[in-house]
């Protein structure tokens, strides 16, 4: 089992910057893929990016790369998201998950979710 907690969402201006944080439990953190998900109002949630257990595949969404950055610490049982260059269509609950298969940008390749962390971009 892996309990994940996102933190550091919040209210930031259009072209500013958020870094999420997701604190894992469990001693196999190590050994799971990680991804970000977002579900704005009324919108499906989707995939925003995915870092192997070792950190040395990313993937992103078409909508953030360039502007986003996925990193993980396995000392720390964490997996972040730099977000810069914010746009108010950014606008979500974001969302951190694992899975102990391969990484994926399939929402169902995870296992593990987290409750979601709001980012608001203003104009």
């Known amino acids: 089992q892996v309990q994940l907690v996102e933190s550091g969402g919040g209210l930031v201006q259009a072209g500013g910057s958020l870094r999420l944080s997701c604190a894992a439990s469990?001693?196999?953190?190590?050994?799971?893929?990680m991804g970000w998900f977002r579900q704005a109002p009324g919108k499906e949630r989707e995939f925003v990016a995915s870092?192997?257990?070792?950190?040395?595949?990313?993937n992103y969404a078409d909508s953030v790369k360039g502007r986003f950055t996925i990193s993980r610490d396995n000392a720390k049982n964490t997996v972040y998201l730099q977000m810069n260059s914010l746009k108010p269509e950014d606008t979500a609950v974001y969302y951190c998950?694992?899975?102990?298969?391969?990484?994926?940008?399939?929402?169902?390749?995870?296992?593990?979710w987290g409750q979601g962390t709001q980012v608001t971009v203003s104009s």
């Open positions: 469990g001693r196999t953190f190590s050994t799971y893929a």
């Open positions: 998950a694992a899975t102990a298969r391969d990484i994926t940008t399939r929402l169902y390749g995870y296992d593990y």
């Open positions: 870092i192997t257990w070792s950190g040395r595949r990313t």
